[in-house]
């Protein structure tokens, strides 16, 4: 069975630029979570959808959004991008909301390059 | 204070070492655990998921959860080289919708 899937692996944009990220759930689950990972550092939550509906967003600026699709696939946007939010941005899916015996499955993540 | 914290090491064993990973976390309502393995520039990768106290084994990894002292501990036994990455702890949101992660111990086996 295939994994979570992202697009693009890497991206480098300039700053005031937006950026598209995709991700592509496991079969089967509907929740998809995002999360941001600075070098050197451990992932920190931005948004969770579950069938289509945010379910948690993280402490993040407006400027980051997200909407997940009927076929439970995802998009995470940034706008105006600043040189810190050059990071690895994680997609992870799982197959209910949270909670019990749904740990977050990862994607190998989208490197995004502010420059 | 950071919900989930950990020693960020760096930790360099030699082959066939018992490994010990830490983390503590700062909220008693949570009640599951994860520990991931992240290999260079690419995603975590599930090693365990424990639910409240006790120990869970899977081959060479043992999880264990003391929620007495809000501690959680990955066990590796006999370390290989392919066991060289940065290892993740996390605990689910008492909330329910979010993980909160330590900030990854890098272990590096030497054959």
């Known amino acids: 069975d295939a994994g979570v899937t992202q697009s693009p692996t890497h991206l480098i944009k300039t700053r005031g630029q937006h950026v598209t990220l995709r991700c592509s759930p496991i079969?089967?689950?509907?929740?998809v979570s995002w999360y941001q990972q600075v070098l050197g550092q451990g992932p920190q939550f931005i948004f969770q959808?579950?069938?289509?509906?945010?379910?948690g967003r993280g402490n993040f600026p407006d400027r980051f959004s997200a909407r997940q699709f009927p076929n439970y696939s995802s998009e995470l946007n940034v706008n105006a991008l600043l040189l810190g939010d050059s990071a690895l941005y994680l997609c992870?899916?799982?197959?209910?909301?949270?909670?019990?015996?749904?740990?977050?499955?990862f994607g190998n993540g989208t490197r995004l390059t502010v420059t | 204070q950071k919900e989930v914290e950990q020693d960020p090491g760096p930790l360099s064993v030699p082959e066939g070492a018992i490994v010990s990973l830490n983390c503590t976390y700062s909220?008693?309502?949570?009640?599951?655990f994860m520990w991931y393995r992240q290999y260079s520039r690419k995603g975590p990768e599930l090693l365990m998921y424990?639910?409240?106290?006790g120990n869970k084994e899977d081959g060479r990894f043992t999880a264990q959860v003391d929620k007495s002292s809000k501690y959680i501990s990955l066990f590796i036994r006999d370390s290989q080289p392919s066991d060289s990455a940065t290892y993740l702890c996390?605990?689910?949101?008492?909330?329910?919708?979010?993980?909160?992660f330590g900030t990854g111990t890098s272990l590096t086996v030497i054959p």
């Open positions: 079969s089967g689950h509907k929740s």
């Open positions: 996390a605990s689910l949101s008492d909330t329910g919708n979010q993980f909160y």
């Open positions: 909220n008693s309502a949570f009640q599951y």
């Open positions: 424990t639910y409240s106290s």
């Open positions: 959808y579950y069938e289509k509906e945010e379910r």
């Open positions: 992870a899916s799982s197959s209910l909301t949270g909670g019990s015996n749904s740990p977050l499955h």
